[in-house]
């Protein structure tokens, strides 16, 4: 059992995004943390006093499309844009950015990031493997048919085979890999101290 980070219950509450994907294993995995979340699927659920959002890996098509019918796509693109924090994995990298190299769509757009969709392709589709998360340090990190990132603006935090797989712009951070799905925390600590400015 890894040692909690933060030490102790924190102020904040988060909403995750539970449309569709791993939003479960983020919940949990911010629990243990002692944060405080709340399950969005509709509108009405995208509420006043949310310290921060994130985003699920799952399928970036289908999130998308639900995002639109549920007019929450323009109100939480404003939330982003406006300073609320966000921490995309998977396929909430592929949301956040503006632009992707293999399909024509942009959802949110506000990660300067050219991001390439499931481009491990079908060999390699899923894997593990240990990397260098700056601010974070070494950690065991798991990709599901991932994407990665082919150029940005933001601040790269890590990179597997020269192709960056987590980045962070302002109080946005984004990752290729799944941190919610190990027992290490410190990805989700690191996006805490995001929210509460520490970093």
Do not use: W
Not at 6 to 12: A, D, F, I, P, Q
Not at 91 to 97: E, F, P, T, V
Not at 136 to 149: H, L
């Amino acid at each position: 059992m890894l040692r909690n980070p933060l030490r102790g219950v924190l102020n904040m509450k988060l909403g995750i995004f539970a449309l569709q994907g791993a939003f479960l294993e983020h919940r949990l995995a911010f629990e243990k943390l002692g944060v405080r979340t709340v399950e969005i699927r509709r509108r009405a659920h995208f509420t006043d006093g949310l310290d921060g959002i994130v985003l699920p890996g799952g399928e970036s098509t289908v999130q998308g499309k639900l995002l639109r019918e549920e007019g929450l796509l323009y109100p939480v693109k404003e939330a982003i844009e406006s300073g609320l924090p966000v921490f995309g994995t998977c396929a909430g990298l592929i949301l956040l950015a503006d632009r992707l190299s293999n399909d024509g769509n942009v959802y949110f757009g506000v990660l300067r990031a050219t991001v390439k969709r499931n481009a491990y392709g079908r060999q390699l589709g899923s894997f593990r493997t240990d990397l260098t998360v700056r601010g974070v340090g070494e950690f065991p990190a798991v990709f599901i048919r991932a994407p990665y990132i082919e150029e940005t603006g933001a601040e790269v935090l890590a990179s597997v085979g020269g192709k960056a797989v987590a980045v962070r712009q302002d109080k946005i951070l984004a990752t290729a890999f799944h941190p919610e799905l190990t027992d290490d925390l410190r990805v989700h600590s690191y996006f805490c101290d995001i929210v509460r400015g520490k970093v």
